[in-house]
């Protein structure tokens, strides 16, 4: 099993900035690669951005290129999402997910294991 615990959400104004934190416990060896995908209510689970543990190879949705940076601290084994020029629909439960596989070339919440519990970011205008 693989716990993870986010933190960093909040209220913001448009065109602000949040960063979001995830740190993993537990058999986080079995982890290749973590994501991040966020949901709004009334709406599909997104994929955010990932990066893999290894290589660090990294992935964003299109809406996010240019404005989100996910980066990672191995030995913390924490992922961090740093968002940018934030706007009101960015706002969603942004949830930390961990999987056994490195990043596929379309991240999609099946490649994922485990979950955090979510955290709210709400942009106002």
């Known amino acids: 099993q693989v716990q993870l615990i986010e933190s960093g959400g909040g209220l913001v104004q448009a065109g602000g900035s949040l960063r979001l934190s995830c740190t993993a416990s537990?058999?986080?060896?079995?982890?290749?690669?973590m994501g991040w995908f966020r949901q709004a209510p009334g709406q599909e689970r997104t994929f955010v951005a990932g990066?893999?543990?290894?290589?660090?190879?990294?992935k964003y949705g299109d809406s996010m290129k240019g404005r989100f940076t996910i980066s990672r601290d191995n030995a913390k084994n924490t992922v961090y999402l740093q968002m940018n020029s934030l706007k009101p629909e960015d706002t969603a439960v942004y949830y930390c997910?961990?999987?056994?596989?490195?990043?596929?070339?379309?991240?999609?919440?099946?490649?994922?294991?485990?979950w955090g519990q979510g955290t709210q970011v709400t942009v106002s205008s």
């Open positions: 997910a961990a999987g056994g596989i490195p990043l596929s070339p379309g991240p999609a919440p099946y490649d994922f294991s485990y």
């Open positions: 990066i893999n543990w290894s290589d660090g190879i990294r």
């Open positions: 537990g058999r986080t060896f079995s982890a290749r690669a």
